[in-house]
């Protein structure tokens, strides 16, 4: 640091200056008078110490590398692996014949020939339903629930051995009894995203209401607020970002399971879809659904964490 | 802001016995006791003070004293395992809003703008006021403390002091018998606490609402204080002495300064703190 700062009119005559060790270092102080006690600084420091002087401009050109390079070295490389893996098994089709039948596939998104041969389109939207189905009772059970375990002691002890023995069974363990039961592949897969995808909601809203500030607690006591005022300008606001996280969480899951639901079940859908190129020998567009669960997943992530830096107060 | 203003007087030279309800504030042998895993722990013991409406009483101590808790108490935050509070005559059982505190780390809610955290006080005191006149008084206690300009502000949008000073407004704006501080300047840099203060005075001085502040600050407590409650060190705290500051109104920090009567005061509180009753270095 402190051969940069003394030497800032030298700065100025060559930004590209590399004070590589003390000696160089010291000559340059040298010719500067006031720096007399800078010099006493530089002598201290280690010689293998090297500093670069940049300009703003150089400085953004670096932090534009920085962004754009290591991503697009990334994907590179992802390429060329897959490259290589196509040439191998030459069954598995490269990057360039997916992209082809990618553009062929997006040309017409929305057209319906029949059930099983309707636009790639519909069928993403489709599975969206299904997951805002799943996903939005799961959330009008899942939030209130998790109010009272974190309001109520004796609810949270009551709760705990249910929600830890239930929790962690896979999704897909859970569609035979949603077959039996609603009789339908459709209901059945929404019965998997909701008791897949309602835990983190759950469990994150309980949480949070269980951490409400104490000095928050005494705002309310002193000013004597009712229970309902307590609720509505407390606990719901400061719990609000933990719940957001339970439903980011929660959708990342039920989007996780839709794909693996609809491939057992069958209609329409992304996974659905999925299953029937690979029994028509599509095997590109295999490849393009995987990037489109991929890609939608991302959007989701992407938008609900926006909607939660909105409830961010901090 | 209340109509005790009317009757208190103030500028001459002497604070002249005020014409004030005596033992507005009791406090009656009062022990406080916590029982925690090591064990039960006694923080307060005997603790006996009687204070006047109007008066502006400090409690200074070494941390851990138990200061805070006798705060506590007088709100109802906290319940005595012996002895009893009471406030204007009846027994203190519980918080509320007659018995306002300012919090020492302000405590608004960061969801709610400045005004807003004001409201929700004026609304559960003046409810069956109209919403106009509800209104009006919670502008009213915002400008009280300077901050009729930043009343759509949120608390994570302004500096620490004025975060404070939402704070001092909505224990204001309740108009409570009596005003609890909880170190309300602890956090502040000293010459952002030092404006505080001086506003602190003046508002108190307007309004002639009973105050107890807690401090650690020699310096506030002298120059806001009618009586200055000095705390032995806990466990088992008590209070040890308590100092009459007999300073005339207005006072002004800088004329202080060289007050051989606000020295002599100042002296003795820091010989009670450092001589009598030092704390060993943590």
Redesign the interface.
Known sequence: MSAVNSNKDLTLQDSLVLVSNENDADKLVAANEDNTHMKMLNKVKTKSRAAKIKTPGQLRRIEFFKTIIPPAFGILLFLAVWTLISHLQPVLPGPVSTWHSAVELFAHPFHQNSLDDQGIGWNILSSLERVALGFGLAALVGIPLGFMIGRYEFISRMTAPVIGLLRPVSPLAWLPLGLLVLKAAGPAAIWVIFISSIWPMVINTAVGVSKVPQ??M??A?????SEW?IIT??SF??VLPYMMTGVRLSIGIAWLVIVAAEMLNGGAGIGFWLWDEYNASNYEHIIIAIFIVGIVGLLLEVGLTAIANRFN?? | MSNIAHEKHHGDSHKVAKKFIERYVEIEDVGMRFVSKKGEFEALKNINLSITQGEFISIIGHSGCGKSTVLNLIAGLLHPTSGNLFCAGREIAAPGPERAVVFQNHSLLPWLNCFENVYLAVERVFGSESKVQQEARTYAALDLVGLGHAVEKRPNEISGGMKQRVGIARALAMEPKVLLLDEPFGALDALTRAGLQDELMKIMQKSGATAVMVTHDVDEAVLLSDRIVMMTNGPSATIGEILTVDLPYPRKRLELAENPQYNHLRSEVLKFLYERHAKKAA
Not at chain 1, 221 to 225: G, R
């Open positions: 000095d928050y005494n705002v006591k002193v000013l004597n607020l005022k300008k407390i606001p400061y107060y901090e």
